[in-house]
């Protein structure tokens, strides 16, 4: 059997980076930057005070008191703003609001609560140093300078940077379009009737959640029966759509697993067993010209899940432009013993949690008691995969094994 390694190097082939794309802002959310972002201007672009108050010249307030409070002459009145042409010399003040420029001449910010808050003469009764509550242009940001890198993901933080050395559009590689495809002759649409045999259908909602999570955009198509022309022909209808397609189901060594016997009619792909518990029978390759990348899980739901978060998160994350890193891993203390199948590594839904032991700052993981590749319900609050190593079948209580950190939400 294949190693989970060689497998996920594999799928890392099917794709390279998407080719990048102009978007405004609002548009770029979620992207990845196709380009260094480099700041033509310096932030702030100009002195500016960091307080509502009164701009000085520091040597005038150094002896100011409560009891011998230093009486100024407001010259001017600067609002954020304004443009910026005033000016004082010793022995006047200008009174300023947050965000204005200063005035030339001056050298600190006093604020309005070291005054008598007064509007044509201002009584000072605490000293401010030079440079007090001013904000210099460039302390933030110097012209010229790289504020963000290629291969970021533009969230809220990233979207404000941009708006901010004045980007109205960037280039970004476009969210990656997921076509999720299931099989099965027994699969009905959630709260349609079910007959004897029937069941309704997950696996496509599971995964369209988990591309919208993953920063993509997801068309579910839902599912096609168990007959090879109609799995072809679905698909060929769904390929221009998309930049990945994700079917599940029909993988297996099933009289009726017609995921192959349609593949090997519409493409190149490869299917095989990884050596892994659950998710074993696994396929990937392309479908089409020019041929789409195509990577078909298991139909078990609890695999599916695993595979997609083993072998589809990396390829999403290297169409996005990213780094096509593995889940997050840590180290944590078992709370219950497990086992595993000799030979394949398991991977065991669990909750990881701060370890409340004693055993000192660290993290204590809890497997589900429903381990069954068919068991979905203990898949919902889980959190985390335990890795059982292939070599290992037993690990007793308080043994420390690496767990896998499951993605908890939109990125
Ligand atoms: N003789 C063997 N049988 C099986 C083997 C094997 O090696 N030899 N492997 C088992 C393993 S492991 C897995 S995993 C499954 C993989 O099955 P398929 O990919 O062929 O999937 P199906 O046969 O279509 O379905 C399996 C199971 O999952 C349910 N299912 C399928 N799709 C959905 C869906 N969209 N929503 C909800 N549930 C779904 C389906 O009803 C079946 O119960 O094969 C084992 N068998
Ligand atoms: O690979 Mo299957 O996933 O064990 O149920
Ligand atoms: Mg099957």
Known sequence: MKSVERHIADVLELVEPLDPIELDLLRAHGAVLAEPVTSAVSLPAFDNSAMDGYAVVADDVAAAAPDRPVTLPVVADIPAGDPGAHAIRPGMCARIMTGAPMPAGATAVVPVEWTDAGVARVAVHRPARAGNAVRRAGEDVEAGTRVLRDGVRIGAAELAVLAAVGRRAVRVRPRPRVVVLSTGAELVEPGDPVGPGQIWESNSYMLAAAVLDAGCVAYRHGFVADDPAAVLGTLEDLLVRADLVLTTGGVSMGAYDVVKEALARLGTVRFEKVAMQPGMPQGFGTVGEPGTPIITLPGNPVSAFVSFHLFVLPVLRRLRGMPPEPLPSVPA?????????????????????????DGGPGYAVRPAVRQGSHQLSALAETNALVVVPEEVTDVPAGGVVEVLQLPTGAA
Do not use: K, N, T, W
């Open 333 to 357: 203390r078992l709370l219950v013993p497990v086992s595993s199948p000799p030979g394949r590594r398991s991977y065991l839904r669990a909750v990881l949690d701060y370890d409340r032991g």
